[in-house]
Protein backbone atom coordinates (compact mmCIF):
# COMPACT_ATOMS: atom_id res chain seq x y z
CA UNK A 1 0.00 0.00 0.00
CA UNK A 2 1.20 3.47 -1.07
CA UNK A 3 0.74 6.00 1.87
CA UNK A 4 -0.27 9.44 1.47
CA UNK A 5 0.58 10.21 4.90
CA UNK A 6 2.47 7.98 7.68
CA UNK A 7 2.19 8.85 11.01
CA UNK A 8 5.35 7.00 11.97
CA UNK A 9 7.49 9.88 12.06
CA UNK A 10 5.33 11.66 14.50
CA UNK A 11 5.48 8.70 16.44
CA UNK A 12 9.22 8.75 16.77
CA UNK A 13 9.58 12.38 17.15
CA UNK A 14 6.77 12.95 19.42
CA UNK A 15 6.23 12.15 23.33
CA UNK A 16 3.04 10.21 23.93
CA UNK A 17 0.71 12.32 26.10
CA UNK A 18 -1.59 11.60 29.10
CA UNK A 19 -5.34 13.14 28.86
CA UNK A 20 -5.35 16.48 30.44
CA UNK A 21 -7.91 16.34 33.30
CA UNK A 22 -9.78 19.69 32.99
CA UNK A 23 -13.25 20.44 31.41
CA UNK A 24 -12.45 24.23 31.71
CA UNK A 25 -11.21 25.32 28.24
CA UNK A 26 -9.66 28.64 29.69
CA UNK A 27 -7.15 25.68 31.60
CA UNK A 28 -6.47 23.86 28.59
CA UNK A 29 -3.45 25.18 26.58
CA UNK A 30 -3.35 26.54 22.78
CA UNK A 31 -2.61 23.46 20.07
CA UNK A 32 0.96 25.33 19.37
CA UNK A 33 1.36 22.66 15.28
CA UNK A 34 0.34 25.39 13.27
CA UNK A 35 1.20 24.83 9.30
CA UNK A 36 2.31 27.88 7.52
CA UNK A 37 -0.39 29.32 5.86
CA UNK A 38 -3.02 28.79 8.44
CA UNK A 39 -5.65 31.74 9.33
CA UNK A 40 -5.62 32.30 12.45
CA UNK A 41 -9.41 33.91 14.40
CA UNK A 42 -8.88 35.76 17.16
CA UNK A 43 -11.56 37.73 19.99
CA UNK A 44 -14.29 35.75 17.99
CA UNK A 45 -17.23 34.46 20.70
CA UNK A 46 -20.17 32.32 20.45
CA UNK A 47 -23.16 34.48 19.58
CA UNK A 48 -25.95 31.59 18.38
CA UNK A 49 -26.67 30.92 22.23
CA UNK A 50 -26.93 27.99 23.97
CA UNK A 51 -26.90 24.30 22.46
CA UNK A 52 -30.54 22.60 21.84
CA UNK A 53 -31.17 18.92 22.48
CA UNK A 54 -33.99 17.59 20.18
CA UNK A 55 -36.37 14.82 22.03
CA UNK A 56 -39.54 13.31 20.95
CA UNK A 57 -42.11 12.09 22.93
CA UNK A 58 -46.13 11.36 22.70
CA UNK A 59 -48.93 12.66 25.04
CA UNK A 60 -52.52 11.59 24.78
CA UNK A 61 -55.69 13.20 23.62
CA UNK A 62 -59.01 12.42 23.59
CA UNK A 63 -60.62 9.03 22.81
CA UNK A 64 -56.82 7.97 24.04
CA UNK A 65 -55.33 8.60 21.01
CA UNK A 66 -51.16 9.36 20.99
CA UNK A 67 -49.85 12.06 19.45
CA UNK A 68 -46.17 13.24 18.64
CA UNK A 69 -44.23 16.26 20.15
CA UNK A 70 -40.64 17.63 19.58
CA UNK A 71 -39.29 19.09 22.26
CA UNK A 72 -36.82 21.44 22.28
CA UNK A 73 -34.43 21.94 25.54
CA UNK A 74 -31.76 23.95 25.77
CA UNK A 75 -28.51 23.16 27.36
CA UNK A 76 -26.34 25.49 29.39
CA UNK A 77 -22.57 25.84 28.90
CA UNK A 78 -22.54 24.83 32.60
CA UNK A 79 -22.91 21.11 33.45
CA UNK A 80 -23.35 21.84 36.85
CA UNK A 81 -26.20 24.61 36.49
CA UNK A 82 -29.80 22.93 36.80
CA UNK A 83 -32.06 25.90 34.98
CA UNK A 84 -35.46 25.12 34.41
CA UNK A 85 -36.80 27.20 31.36
CA UNK A 86 -39.89 28.86 29.99
CA UNK A 87 -41.27 26.91 27.79
CA UNK A 88 -43.53 28.12 24.56
CA UNK A 89 -45.83 25.48 23.17
CA UNK A 90 -46.12 25.38 19.54
CA UNK A 91 -48.72 24.51 17.24
CA UNK A 92 -47.51 23.85 13.70
CA UNK A 93 -49.49 25.43 10.65
CA UNK A 94 -50.86 22.65 8.15
CA UNK A 95 -54.31 24.10 6.52
CA UNK A 96 -55.53 22.19 9.99
CA UNK A 97 -54.28 18.82 8.40
CA UNK A 98 -51.90 16.80 9.21
CA UNK A 99 -48.57 18.18 10.66
CA UNK A 100 -45.19 18.34 9.62
CA UNK A 101 -43.25 18.78 13.04
CA UNK A 102 -40.18 19.73 11.68
CA UNK A 103 -41.15 22.69 9.30
CA UNK A 104 -39.76 25.96 10.64
CA UNK A 105 -36.93 24.55 12.76
CA UNK A 106 -34.41 26.89 12.14
CA UNK A 107 -36.51 29.87 14.02
CA UNK A 108 -37.74 27.21 16.98
CA UNK A 109 -33.71 26.46 17.14
CA UNK A 110 -32.89 29.79 17.36
CA UNK A 111 -35.66 30.38 20.04
CA UNK A 112 -34.33 27.13 22.03
CA UNK A 113 -30.99 28.65 21.75
CA UNK A 114 -31.89 31.96 23.84
CA UNK A 115 -33.27 30.18 26.40
CA UNK A 116 -36.72 28.85 26.15
CA UNK A 117 -38.29 24.75 25.84
CA UNK A 118 -39.75 24.78 22.61
CA UNK A 119 -42.28 21.92 22.76
CA UNK A 120 -43.75 21.55 18.98
CA UNK A 121 -46.89 19.76 19.34
CA UNK A 122 -48.91 17.81 17.01
CA UNK A 123 -52.98 18.03 16.44
CA UNK A 124 -55.70 15.50 14.78
CA UNK A 125 -56.27 16.72 11.33
CA UNK A 126 -59.64 18.12 10.29
CA UNK A 127 -60.50 15.51 8.34
CA UNK A 128 -60.64 13.20 10.92
CA UNK A 129 -61.66 15.71 13.96
CA UNK A 130 -63.20 19.10 12.90
CA UNK A 131 -62.77 22.23 15.34
CA UNK A 132 -62.33 22.61 18.62
CA UNK A 133 -60.00 19.19 18.13
CA UNK A 134 -56.94 21.26 17.44
CA UNK A 135 -57.43 23.52 20.49
CA UNK A 136 -58.00 20.34 22.73
CA UNK A 137 -54.90 18.79 21.45
CA UNK A 138 -52.52 21.72 21.78
CA UNK A 139 -54.42 22.06 25.43
CA UNK A 140 -53.31 18.48 26.55
CA UNK A 141 -50.17 18.97 24.63
CA UNK A 142 -49.42 21.88 27.23
CA UNK A 143 -50.66 20.40 30.11
CA UNK A 144 -48.42 17.34 29.44
CA UNK A 145 -46.10 19.46 29.22
CA UNK A 146 -46.69 21.15 32.59
CA UNK A 147 -47.17 18.08 34.54
CA UNK A 148 -43.81 16.31 33.18
CA UNK A 149 -41.97 19.76 33.65
CA UNK A 150 -39.35 18.40 35.94
CA UNK A 151 -38.34 15.94 32.75
CA UNK A 152 -38.33 18.70 29.88
CA UNK A 153 -36.44 21.07 32.26
CA UNK A 154 -39.73 22.90 32.24
CA UNK A 155 -40.66 26.33 35.01
CA UNK A 156 -44.47 25.26 34.68
CA UNK A 157 -45.29 29.02 35.45
CA UNK A 158 -43.96 30.31 32.69
CA UNK A 159 -45.32 29.00 29.25
CA UNK A 160 -47.00 30.56 26.33
CA UNK A 161 -48.68 29.23 23.52
CA UNK A 162 -47.21 30.38 19.50
CA UNK A 163 -48.38 29.08 16.18
CA UNK A 164 -48.69 29.92 12.51
CA UNK A 165 -51.16 29.80 10.16
CA UNK A 166 -54.04 27.23 11.25
CA UNK A 167 -51.39 26.50 14.21
CA UNK A 168 -51.46 30.21 14.65
CA UNK A 169 -55.54 30.55 14.76
CA UNK A 170 -55.26 26.96 17.26
CA UNK A 171 -53.18 29.38 19.22
CA UNK A 172 -55.55 32.18 19.97
CA UNK A 173 -58.30 29.31 20.64
CA UNK A 174 -56.49 27.93 23.21
CA UNK A 175 -55.19 31.21 24.28
CA UNK A 176 -58.59 32.92 24.70
CA UNK A 177 -60.17 30.12 26.31
CA UNK A 178 -57.88 28.63 28.56
CA UNK A 179 -59.58 25.94 31.09
CA UNK A 180 -63.16 24.91 30.87
CA UNK A 181 -63.78 26.46 27.24
CA UNK A 182 -63.56 23.95 24.42
CA UNK A 183 -61.91 21.51 26.71
CA UNK A 184 -61.82 17.54 26.68
CA UNK A 185 -60.29 16.62 30.24
CA UNK A 186 -57.03 15.27 29.22
CA UNK A 187 -54.68 15.88 31.97
CA UNK A 188 -57.54 17.76 33.95
CA UNK A 189 -55.75 17.38 36.46
CA UNK A 190 -53.33 20.37 35.23
CA UNK A 191 -54.08 23.68 33.59
CA UNK A 192 -53.55 24.95 30.06
CA UNK A 193 -53.74 28.65 30.98
CA UNK A 194 -50.65 30.79 29.22
CA UNK A 195 -48.83 33.42 30.37
CA UNK A 196 -48.94 35.37 26.45
CA UNK A 197 -49.81 34.28 22.70
CA UNK A 198 -47.80 34.49 19.69
CA UNK A 199 -50.33 34.40 16.33
CA UNK A 200 -47.80 34.61 13.21
CA UNK A 201 -50.52 34.44 10.27
CA UNK A 202 -53.64 32.79 11.36
CA UNK A 203 -56.75 32.81 9.88
CA UNK A 204 -59.46 34.57 12.04
CA UNK A 205 -62.56 34.48 10.86
CA UNK A 206 -63.52 31.94 8.00
CA UNK A 207 -66.26 33.78 6.42
CA UNK A 208 -64.67 36.85 5.25
CA UNK A 209 -61.31 35.73 3.91
CA UNK A 210 -62.52 35.70 0.45
CA UNK A 211 -63.80 39.47 0.87
CA UNK A 212 -60.16 40.40 0.38
CA UNK A 213 -57.47 39.06 -2.15
CA UNK A 214 -56.09 35.41 -1.36
CA UNK A 215 -55.24 32.67 -3.73
CA UNK A 216 -57.13 30.47 -2.74
CA UNK A 217 -60.75 29.34 -1.86
CA UNK A 218 -61.39 29.55 2.09
CA UNK A 219 -65.10 28.53 1.71
CA UNK A 220 -65.79 25.89 0.08
CA UNK A 221 -66.34 22.54 2.12
CA UNK A 222 -63.46 21.46 0.58
CA UNK A 223 -61.34 24.09 1.26
CA UNK A 224 -59.19 24.07 4.61
CA UNK A 225 -62.08 26.39 6.78
CA UNK A 226 -64.37 23.86 5.41
CA UNK A 227 -62.85 20.99 5.99
CA UNK A 228 -62.37 22.60 9.70
CA UNK A 229 -66.27 23.12 10.03
CA UNK A 230 -66.90 19.47 9.26
CA UNK A 231 -66.15 19.53 5.34
CA UNK A 232 -69.32 22.35 5.12
CA UNK A 233 -69.83 25.18 2.81
CA UNK A 234 -68.31 28.35 5.02
CA UNK A 235 -70.75 31.01 4.00
CA UNK A 236 -73.64 28.65 4.08
CA UNK A 237 -72.76 27.30 7.41
CA UNK A 238 -72.27 31.07 9.28
CA UNK A 239 -73.54 29.82 12.82
CA UNK A 240 -70.84 27.04 12.36
CA UNK A 241 -68.02 29.39 11.38
CA UNK A 242 -69.26 32.14 14.32
CA UNK A 243 -67.89 28.83 16.54
CA UNK A 244 -64.38 29.09 15.12
CA UNK A 245 -63.83 33.06 15.84
CA UNK A 246 -61.26 33.25 18.57
CA UNK A 247 -62.51 37.02 19.17
CA UNK A 248 -66.19 35.38 20.28
CA UNK A 249 -64.13 33.85 22.89
CA UNK A 250 -63.45 37.35 24.55
CA UNK A 251 -64.82 38.77 27.33
CA UNK A 252 -64.34 42.37 29.17
CA UNK A 253 -64.36 41.05 32.37
CA UNK A 254 -62.13 37.91 31.60
CA UNK A 255 -58.34 38.15 31.61
CA UNK A 256 -56.65 38.02 28.49
CA UNK A 257 -53.37 36.54 27.42
CA UNK A 258 -51.34 39.51 26.07
CA UNK A 259 -51.26 38.85 22.10
CA UNK A 260 -47.76 39.21 19.84
CA UNK A 261 -49.64 38.90 16.19
CA UNK A 262 -47.25 38.98 13.23
CA UNK A 263 -48.26 39.20 9.51
CA UNK A 264 -47.10 40.02 6.25
CA UNK A 265 -49.04 42.50 3.69
CA UNK A 266 -48.28 40.06 0.56
CA UNK A 267 -50.10 36.72 2.24
CA UNK A 268 -51.17 34.85 -0.62
CA UNK A 269 -53.10 32.39 1.86
CA UNK A 270 -54.30 34.08 4.79
CA UNK A 271 -55.47 37.85 4.11
CA UNK A 272 -53.32 40.31 6.17
CA UNK A 273 -56.71 41.29 7.16
CA UNK A 274 -57.59 38.49 9.44
CA UNK A 275 -54.52 39.90 11.58
CA UNK A 276 -55.79 43.77 11.20
CA UNK A 277 -59.53 42.62 12.57
CA UNK A 278 -58.49 40.52 15.31
CA UNK A 279 -55.97 43.22 16.49
CA UNK A 280 -58.60 45.74 16.08
CA UNK A 281 -61.12 43.82 17.90
CA UNK A 282 -58.65 43.71 20.75
CA UNK A 283 -57.70 47.41 20.96
CA UNK A 284 -61.43 48.10 21.11
CA UNK A 285 -61.88 45.47 24.16
CA UNK A 286 -59.28 46.68 25.89
CA UNK A 287 -57.08 44.27 25.63
CA UNK A 288 -53.14 44.16 25.08
CA UNK A 289 -51.77 43.43 22.00
CA UNK A 290 -49.21 44.33 19.88
CA UNK A 291 -49.21 44.02 16.01
CA UNK A 292 -46.51 43.80 13.24
CA UNK A 293 -46.75 43.77 9.64
CA UNK A 294 -44.19 42.82 7.66
CA UNK A 295 -44.27 44.65 3.87
CA UNK A 296 -44.00 42.49 1.19
CA UNK A 297 -43.78 39.61 3.93
CA UNK A 298 -45.67 36.66 2.29
CA UNK A 299 -46.92 33.33 4.40
CA UNK A 300 -43.94 32.71 6.17
CA UNK A 301 -41.49 33.85 3.81
CA UNK A 302 -40.08 36.68 2.77
CA UNK A 303 -38.86 38.53 5.93
CA UNK A 304 -39.52 36.29 7.89
CA UNK A 305 -36.19 34.06 8.68
CA UNK A 306 -33.99 37.08 10.74
CA UNK A 307 -33.20 38.60 13.62
CA UNK A 308 -35.32 41.56 13.55
CA UNK A 309 -38.48 39.37 13.75
CA UNK A 310 -36.81 37.09 16.41
CA UNK A 311 -35.96 39.53 18.47
CA UNK A 312 -39.74 41.13 18.34
CA UNK A 313 -40.75 37.93 19.76
CA UNK A 314 -37.55 37.18 22.54
CA UNK A 315 -38.68 40.91 23.42
CA UNK A 316 -42.32 40.14 23.84
CA UNK A 317 -41.64 37.10 25.60
CA UNK A 318 -39.06 38.34 28.15
CA UNK A 319 -41.80 40.67 29.13
CA UNK A 320 -44.45 38.59 29.02
CA UNK A 321 -43.77 34.91 29.71
Known amino acids: MSLVFDPRPYIAERELQDPIPTSDPAQFPHEEYVPEGTHLLTG ?15 YKVKSHRQLEMIVLVPVDFD ?52 FPAQAQDVKSAIRFIRKNAELFNVDPEHIAIAGDSSGGHTSLMVGFTGDGVLDDGVYGDVSCQVNCIVDCYGPTVFSLMNYWPSSQNHWD ?43 GSRDMLVPASQSALLYE ?31 IVLDFLKEHI
Not at 44 to 58: A, F, Q, S
Not at 282 to 301: C, L, Q, S
Open 281 to 311: TMKKMGKEAEYYRIVDGNHGFIGWNNDTILN
Open 79 to 130: PDEDNKWPCVVYSQGSAFHEEWLCNHLVRHIRLASAGYVVAIAQYRPSETAP
Open 44 to 58: LKDEWGRNVDMRRTI
Open 221 to 263: PHSPEGYEIGVKNVLENLDESDKTIPMNYLSEDKPTPPTLIIN
